[in-house]
C-alpha cells in the first residue's frame, strides 16, 4: 500500500471512448482545480482506461492534463483497472469518477469538506445525476439514511450512482468486480454498492452538486426503468434474503 502523502486522489476510469473523453477530462480538471484554489488541498490525479484502443492511447497521451498521472493497464477489464489504481493511490480519501460522467464543478470541494467532517465510514455521491444518451431522466440520489428508504430496495436497483468520494480504506477493502455481462451479469458498481452497505459503509448525497452520466445499453450509472435483463452476482449482501435481484 503506498504511503498517504496527499489528501485526494482523484481516479477517472475511462472505458474506450477516444476523443469522446474530452469532456470528462475537462470536468474533472475543473473540480480539480477549484478543490485546490479554494481549499489548499493537495490532489492527486490519476486516469486509467480499459479496454483501450489506438484512438484512446492518442487522446490519454496527447490531451491529458500535465498534473494527470496515466495508470498503466494492459487488460480489458475495467473493474480491475479501477483496482490497480486505488492500489497505487496516495490519497487519505479517493474520488472516483468515469468517462463517461461529467462532473460539476464543485464536486470534489463539496464532498471533500463533508468527508472531513464525517469519521464513519461514508461513501459520498453527486446529489443528482442528469442522463442523456440512450436514456434521459434527472435522478435525485437517495440518502441511505433516509428513514422512509428501505435498505430491501438495493434488491432491486442501485441506488448510487458510481461518482463516488469516499475514505480510501473503503475502496482498498472492497474491490470491484467484474460483472460480466456478455453472461448476463451486472453491473460491477451496483456489486460494489451492495458488498460496502453490507460492511456497514453508509451512502449519502452531496447537496448542491450534481453529475452527468452518458447511458447506454452496455452502460447504466443509474436505474433505467423497465430494464429487466441482468442479474447481479452473488454478494453478501444477499445473506439478507435467499432471493437474487434484477435490474430495473
Request: a neutral charge; one cysteine or more.
Amino acid at each position: 500500500m503506498p504511503s498517504t502523502s496527499v489528501d485526494i486522489t482523484v481516479i477517472l476510469a475511462c472505458r474506450d471512448r477516444g476523443r469522446f473523453l474530452h469532456p470528462a477530462v475537462r470536468s474533472v480538471a475543473d473540480a480539480v482545480e477549484r478543490a485546490e484554489s479554494e481549499l489548499g488541498i493537495s490532489i492527486e490525479w490519476l486516469t486509467v482506461a480499459a479496454p483501450s484502443s489506438e484512438a484512446t492511447e492518442q487522446y490519454l497521451s496527447n490531451h491529458l492534463p500535465s498534473r494527470s498521472r496515466r495508470v498503466r493497464f494492459a487488460g480489458t477489464d475495467l473493474a480491475a483497472a479501477k483496482n490497480q489504481a486505488v492500489a497505487e493511490a496516495r490519497g487519505r480519501y479517493i474520488a472516483m469518477t468515469g468517462g463517461d460522467d461529467l462532473v460539476s464543478s464543485n464536486w470534489l470541494s463539496k464532498s471533500y469538506e463533508l468527508c472531513m467532517a464525517e469519521p464513519r465510514a461514508v461513501v459520498f455521491h453527486p446529489h443528482a445525476v442528469i442522463v442523456f444518451g440512450d436514456t434521459r431522466l434527472l435522478y435525485v440520489t437517495p440518502d441511505q439514511e433516509d428513514p422512509d428508504l428501505s435498505p430491501d430496495a438495493i434488491f432491486a436497483r442501485n441506488l448510487w450512482p458510481a461518482t463516488s468520494v469516499g475514505q480510501a480504506k473503503i475502496y482498498r477493502d472492497h474491490k470491484f468486480v467484474d460483472a460480466d455481462q456478455e453472461r448476463g451479469f451486472g453491473y460491477s458498481d451496483w456489486h460494489w454498492v451492495c458488498e460496502t452497505v453490507a460492511s456497514g459503509v453508509v451512502h449519502r448525497p452531496v447537496p448542491r452538486t450534481l453529475s452527468c452520466c452518458r447511458q447506454q445499453d452496455t452502460h447504466t450509472c443509474v436505474p433505467v426503468p423497465g430494464r429487466l435483463t441482468d442479474l447481479l452476482p452473488r454478494s453478501r449482501f444477499f445473506q439478507r434474503s435467499p432471493a437474487g435481484a434484477r435490474v430495473t
